[in-house]
């Protein structure tokens, strides 16, 4: 199955040259919150399109599962008001005739479609014969070979006008993040298919507002060729992913402090010194990434000795990390002065966490 002749984004002919903006809220809810949002949003030239959920695939039903139809009319006054593009998710024929009779500009393929070749497929089939870009989400689940047949089934149906977005893994563990960004798997798609253009969601990798500008500039200097950025005229009461999605001036704050970056020439190998740094940052990502969730982990300690009243400090498990943890580091070529000073700062730390969890309590009943 070939996915050769990808056209780039900026050859879809839809006039955007540099990187993809897309911004708009989760779910579209009410007319008055497409247009507002729309509105606001699009005083930030960047932004060229417009993205709303009108069909929300749910975790568990009882949550608001999108308006419906409905809310491609809005979309489309929306874009009459504004002239953004516009784009909406799709996850069956049906979702698909619809958004062809409505004329949205870009259609994407949900994570959670990705997933599943029959669903994908079903999309394909409603797609053949027809000329609109489509977006392609990676799937919940860290499989590269899904992502690859989504965009194979899409493109064999004939879509040239074909883009990735990287949004992320889900995951049981506890991490900062709602969904692993797991970069590697961008860059090895990136590597496979030079040809595919990627673009980021941070909002659902991230899942919080406060992780986003880190999200965000590490896919523009990874060379992602845009965004997908949730935002809603009033995040707080937001239907769906309230914690995530972004003001209209939170966007364009966020978008100030990025920095775009042009893709260097080549160099040969002459910036090494530049390659070893950005292994460093890697790293360094990783390790705050680890340190994160080792806290969140302390902290369900901290509320199971709470519930339990056991107290915070134990010097026998104390010892036991300490002595086995600087032989580990010490067979790992660390200083054996420095793992111990790491272990302290780690400790004192999940220790003033651990107190604040207790005290919150204290606090309450006191306050009772
Ligand atoms: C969305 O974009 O709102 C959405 C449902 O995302 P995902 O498919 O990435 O979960
Ligand atoms: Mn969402």
């Known amino acids: 199955m070939s996915l050769e002749n990808i056209k780039r984004i900026k050859d879809w002919g839809l006039g955007i040259d540099g990187h993809m903006i897309v911004s708009g809220p989760c779910s579209a809810e009410t007319e008055e919150q497409v247009l507002s949002t729309a509105r606001d949003v699009a005083k930030d030239k960047r932004v060229n399109v417009l993205r709303a959920g009108i069909w929300k695939p749910r975790t568990r039903p009882g949550s608001f599962e999108g308006i419906g139809e409905i809310g491609l009319e809005w979309l489309n006054k929306a874009k009459a008001e504004t002239g953004l593009l516009i784009a909406t998710e799709v996850a069956n024929a049906a979702h698909v005739e619809a958004c062809l009779k409505a004329g949205v500009d870009i259609l994407w393929v949900g994570a959670r479609t990705t997933v599943n070749p029959f669903s994908v497929q079903e999309v394909a089939d409603a797609l053949k014969g027809v000329d609109v870009p489509v977006l392609v989400k990676n ?3 860290p499989d590269l070979g899904l992502w ?8 064999s149906a004939g879509i040239t006008r074909l883009a990735a977005i990287h949004r992320g893994f889900s995951t049981y563990e506890k991490t900062p ?3 692993l960004p797991k970069w590697d798997m961008a860059i090895e798609m990136m590597r496979k298919f030079p040809q595919i253009d990627i673009i980021n969601d941070p909002s659902h990798i991230a899942g919080n507002r406060e992780l986003l500008p880190y999200v965000c500039q590490k896919a523009i200097d990874l060379n992602m060729e845009g965004l997908m950025i949730e935002s809603h005229i009033s995040p707080s009461v937001a239907w ?3 914690a995530q999605q972004v003001t209209p001036n939170g966007l364009t704050e966020l978008l100030d402090s990025l920095t775009f970056r042009q893709e260097s020439v080549e160099t040969g190998d002459t ?3 530049d390659s070893l740094r950005k292994e460093i940052d890697e790293l360094d990502d990783d390790i705050f990434q680890k340190i994160a969730s080792r806290m969140n982990i302390s902290d369900e300690i901290g ?5 339990n009243s056991v107290t915070i400090l134990q010097v026998d498990r104390w010892e036991e990390i300490v002595n ?21 700062l780690i400790h004192k730390e999940s220790i003033r966490r651990q107190n604040l969890i207790m005290n919150e309590v204290e606090a309450e009943l006191a306050g009772k």
């Open 271 to 273: 910036n090494k010194l």
């Open 177 to 179: 993040f709602r969904n």
């Open 148 to 155: 690859q047949g989504g965009l194979e089934r899409i493109a």
């Open 240 to 242: 769906s992913d309230a």
């Open 324 to 344: 086995k943890r600087i032989s580990l580091g010490v067979a790992m070529g660390l200083d054996d002065n420095f793992v111990k000073n790491y272990l302290k």
């Open 139 to 141: 799937p919940i689940n």
């Open 303 to 307: 509320k199971y000795k709470r519930d």
